[in-house]
């Protein structure tokens, strides 16, 4: 019998794409909650052969890979400067990590160059093992939560062995603050909002390429989208329905926690928005607004910064 919730998940980055980075419990574990696990995803073919009997001919197991998805808690490092222990895995979803020492640490997506990681998977004594992983993630602020990212990441299938659960140091992982007035605050157009919610997406595509020469996890494209639920004030405070016909745009800027080393900030320098849905909570209209994150110099339509 072997217990669910004996989990452990390490993560790091790989110097070079598909070689074991041999990540370890003490320096690379990460604080994960619901996980789901495909162990060998990919695609069945059918050998399909006309013969004088009927009845099932079996399968072939092609494009072997492994798909691994969890959501980890949004937080500081504890010490403005210092990396988070999820920023290996924001690194493999096609982000560069800049630290700037004693003040800042920021990710924003390239388009060329994406790292990939080694994932160990360990569920109380039974270990996959994962190579040249890359993924994407999506990221929700919303009152009276805790904001959690959801990673989902694609790997070429290593080994799977009894092995024993390592020791897991998650002192890299501070404790969240859920979202509230008071450490929590949103900019979209140049003016504070009133938000029940934001929501956004990376978008990162990722391609399982199995070739003759070449296997790997590929990110092919990349688009930022994202949608806010806004409480509805007159035409005269914000026109949205006029903002989507004209094809405005506007920065967004979300700041959630208010120390050095518990600040986590969201910015977007361009975004358009979308078709507004009306609607209704606790009897409060609202708007749902959704967002496209465009670039304006670059690589630079969404920037997470942890300070």
């Given at each position: 019998?072997?217990?669910a919730?004996?989990?452990?998940?390490l993560?790091?980055?790989?110097t070079a794409?598909?070689?074991?980075?041999?990540p370890?419990?003490?320096?690379?574990?990460?604080?994960a909650?619901d996980?789901t696990?495909?162990?060998?995803?990919?695609?069945?073919?059918a050998?399909d052969?006309?013969?004088?009997?009927?009845?099932?001919?079996?399968?072939?197991?092609?494009?072997n890979?492994?798909r691994l998805?969890?959501?980890?808690e949004?937080?500081?490092?504890?010490?403005?400067?210092?990396?988070?222990g999820?920023?290996?895995l924001?690194?493999?979803c096609?982000m560069?990590?800049?630290v700037?020492?004693g003040?800042s640490v920021a990710?924003?997506?390239v388009?060329?160059?994406?790292e990939?990681?080694s994932l160990?998977?360990?569920q109380d004594?039974v270990r996959?093992?994962?190579?040249?992983?890359?993924?994407?993630?999506?990221?929700?602020f919303?009152?009276k939560?805790?904001?959690?990212?959801r990673?989902?990441?694609?790997?070429?299938l290593?080994?799977v062995?009894?092995?024993?659960?390592?020791?897991?140091?998650l002192?890299?992982?501070?404790?969240?603050?859920p979202?509230?007035?008071?450490?929590?605050?949103?900019?979209?157009?140049?003016a504070?909002?009133?938000?029940?919610s934001l929501?956004?997406d990376?978008g990162?595509?990722i391609?399982?390429?199995f070739?003759?020469?070449?296997e790997?996890m590929?990110?092919?494209?990349?688009?930022?989208?994202?949608a806010?639920v806004?409480?509805?004030?007159?035409?005269?405070?914000t026109n949205w329905?006029?903002?989507a016909?004209?094809k405005?745009?506007?920065?967004?800027?979300?700041?959630h926690?208010?120390?050095?080393?518990?600040?986590i900030e969201v910015?977007a320098p361009r975004v358009?928005?979308?078709?507004p849905g009306?609607?209704?909570?606790?009897?409060?209209?609202n708007?749902q607004?959704p967002?496209m994150?465009?670039?304006?110099?670059?690589?630079?339509e969404l920037?997470?910064?942890?300070?």
């Amino acid at each position: 019998m072997r217990k669910a919730r004996k989990l452990a998940i390490l993560a790091k980055v790989e110097t070079a794409y598909g070689t074991d980075s041999v990540p370890t419990g003490t320096a690379d574990a990460i604080l994960a909650t619901d996980v789901t696990l495909t162990p060998l995803a990919g695609e069945d073919v059918a050998r399909d052969l006309l013969l004088p009997t009927l009845g099932h001919q079996g399968i072939e197991l092609t494009a072997n890979h492994l798909r691994l998805e969890f959501a980890v808690e949004c937080a500081g490092a504890g010490v403005a400067g210092d990396v988070p222990g999820y920023g290996a895995l924001l690194r493999a979803c096609g982000m560069s990590e800049t630290v700037t020492a004693g003040v800042s640490v920021a990710y924003q997506p390239v388009s060329e160059g994406e790292e990939s990681l080694s994932l160990y998977f360990n569920q109380d004594g039974v270990r996959h093992v994962a190579l040249g992983c890359r993924g994407t993630f999506q990221l929700e602020f919303a009152p009276k939560q805790i904001p959690r990212f959801r990673f989902s990441f694609w790997g070429l299938l290593g080994t799977v062995t009894d092995a024993a659960l390592p020791a897991a140091v998650l002192s890299a992982f501070q404790a969240p603050r859920p979202v509230s007035k008071a450490v929590t605050s949103l900019s979209l157009f140049g003016a504070s909002r009133i938000a029940e919610s934001l929501s956004i997406d990376l978008g990162a595509e990722i391609v399982p390429r199995f070739l003759i020469g070449d296997e790997r996890m590929q990110l092919t494209d990349r688009q930022v989208t994202g949608a806010a639920v806004l409480e509805a004030k007159t035409m005269a405070d914000t026109n949205w329905f006029a903002a989507a016909e004209a094809k405005t745009t506007g920065a967004l800027s979300l700041v959630h926690g208010t120390s050095a080393g518990h600040t986590i900030e969201v910015t977007a320098p361009r975004v358009q928005v979308g078709r507004p849905g009306q609607g209704a909570s606790d009897r409060i209209v609202n708007y749902q607004v959704p967002l496209m994150f465009l670039a304006n110099a670059g690589d630079d339509e969404l920037v997470l910064t942890i300070r």
